[in-house]
């Protein structure tokens, strides 16, 4: 089977400010402790693929690389050493409102953001009834951005990128946002997609979400992967651990930490 999505041998540095002071240079430099949020490497020796057609799910506590990751899939992070290969055409949802404006209209941030995407203006047009429709945001298309709420930002992102002519689909987290009515209507529309032949790959927090929507993934501690195979076991594994760590971070069941 084709993949979609390749990633081989993938690293990418942080660049840590060490500043140099009188007692450093006459006791030289300590070597730093890798932590979750100050290491040296944002990601290290990180591979896998993705075949067409399939999800495929990235979990791992905060801090863990999971967005760097994504960012280097989408292009707007540059990868140290490695090689990232994509078949087909990307649409991504890394961060809420990014691709939009405050100042302009639902209508008009469809139009910004599916340019973006690479949509074609009378592509665009053609499709909007169908994204306006799917957001449910009725009247308030017409009003500014700035105006709207996280889940009605999150609704008008989703529904442009899912109308979208797109082969693979980057989600972070988004979908932990908006009603569950709302979350449920996506899932049915990542299935579809699914059924087009269409990839998708995933970071969630929530691992009854990313068991239920990906077949396989990955998890990253400290910019490493330290498991991998079929979603429902990675994050039942994953779970096992954060409860041995930190029994209250898994208070709450199948949803992990927060």
């Not at 996280?150 to 609704?155: L, P, Q, T, W, Y």
Request: charged share 25%.
């Amino acid at each position: 089977m084709t993949h979609a999505v390749l990633c081989e041998d993938l690293w990418k540095t942080y660049q840590r400010h060490r500043p140099l002071g009188v007692k450093t240079l006459l006791l030289g430099a300590d070597t730093p402790r890798d932590t979750r949020f100050a290491r040296e490497w944002a990601l290290a020796e990180v591979g896998f693929q993705v075949p067409r057609g399939r999800s495929f799910g990235v979990i791992g506590a905060n801090g863990s690389g999971k967005t760097t990751l994504l960012s280097i899939l989408l292009g707007t992070v540059q990868e140290d050493r490695g090689r990232v290969n994509l078949n087909g055409r990307v649409a991504s949802l890394l961060e809420l409102g990014a691709g939009f404006h405050g100042d302009l209209t639902g209508r008009e941030n469809v139009f910004l953001y599916g340019s973006i995407l690479g949509m074609r203006l009378a592509e665009i047009r053609r499709r909007f009834e169908n994204i306006a429709e799917f957001s449910e945001l009725e009247g308030a298309i017409e009003q500014p951005l700035r105006t709207y709420s996280a889940g009605m930002i999150a609704r008008l992102g989703f529904s442009t990128i899912i109308h979208s002519p797109a082969d693979i689909l980057l989600i972070d987290e988004v979908l932990a946002v908006g009603d569950a009515s709302f979350q449920d209507k996506c899932h049915r529309a990542l299935r579809e997609f699914r059924a087009r032949s269409g990839t998708l790959v995933i970071v969630s927090h929530n691992l009854k979400e990313v068991t239920e929507v990906c077949d396989e993934g990955i998890c990253l501690d400290l910019g490493r992967v330290v498991d991998t195979g079929p979603m429902t076991g990675v994050a039942a594994r994953y779970q096992e651990r954060v409860a041995a760590t930190d029994p209250a971070k898994v208070k709450g069941g199948a949803h992990g930490q927060r």
